[in-house]
């Protein structure tokens, strides 16, 4: 099999788990969202170790602690992504999972947002025009509720954010991934400590099948992102950035037919000039992928 396929496996397979990932936090909903982000945290943690340790990079990570700067963007990224999925768990708990769709379909304008302001990168005419096009979404959202639709925003922004300074980490996926979880693994395991020094932990005190449930926290984190590690290593940019619409889709139809949550006339305006962003923003990339496929040969012909 060639890489591409094998690429497009892995990463498809991780779209598909996040995609499904809102069953199981409906499943976990009773259950408060930061016990449930720091079980999913500590149990990634042996998931993650394991994999480096099979692989043999476990001493990537013996670099990354001895090296202070590597450490503290680590630290950087590894808060923004707590903070990305406690909204996320709370959203899903909490019956707002439109809202978690609407948030990843955003992501992907909000990093070439990030790369415009921070990167001095140049936005072409449609991904201005995208770009606009999401932020009437936006407005037109805050107006019809009387507040910033922050669910989407905090999620949109924190990915967006954590994907940016992710670049700069000069460690691969997988082993970023593990330096993530081991840092945030200390807070966490303080924080269970205390759950069960105040009788609160539902993976003690709860009821039998949610100390599995917590348990399995672990896969449910670790196995699609070392999924997307692997594709986003074999496959091109412009394929990952196509495939990165699967998971908030199937999100967006569970939420709508399985969940049952309203969807406003409203929101349907919204969703559609986000689809309609998403559109001219997806042609565009591919336009400029197609552009730098030819340029070798057209200069040849030149």
Known sequence: MSDGKKGFIFALCAYLLWGILPFYLKSVAH????????????????????????????????????????????????????????????????????????????????????????????????QMVAIALAACAVIL??????????????????????????????????????????????????????????NTSHFTNGAPHDTGLLLFAGLATAVPLIFYALGAKLLRYTTIGLMQYIAPTIVFFIAIFVFDEPFSHVQLIAFGLIWSALAIYTWSMVHEARKLRLAPAQAKLA
């Open 141 to 198: 959202l805050t107006v019809s509720s009387g507040g910033l639709p922050w669910i989407s925003l905090v999620l949109a922004f924190s990915f967006g954010f954590y994907g940016f300074f992710r670049k700069t980490l000069p460690i691969g996926a997988i082993q970023g991934f593990t330096l993530e979880v081991l840092i945030l693994s200390i807070p966490s395991l303080g924080f269970i400590a205390w759950t069960l020094t105040q």
């Open 31 to 126: 259950i408060p969202a930061l016990e449930v982000v720091a079980h999913r945290i500590v149990w990634s943690v042996p998931i993650a170790v394991v994999l480096l340790w099979w692989l043999g990079l476990l001493g990537d990570l013996r670099v990354a602690f001895t090296t202070s700067r590597m450490l503290a963007m680590a630290i950087l990224t590894a808060s923004l992504i707590t903070v990305n999925w406690g909204t996320y768990v709370w959203a899903i708990g909490n019956n707002h999972t439109v809202d978690t769709a609407l948030g990843y379909y955003i992501n992907p304008l909000v990093n070439v947002v990030l790369g415009g302001i921070f990167l001095s990168e140049r936005l072409s005419k449609a």
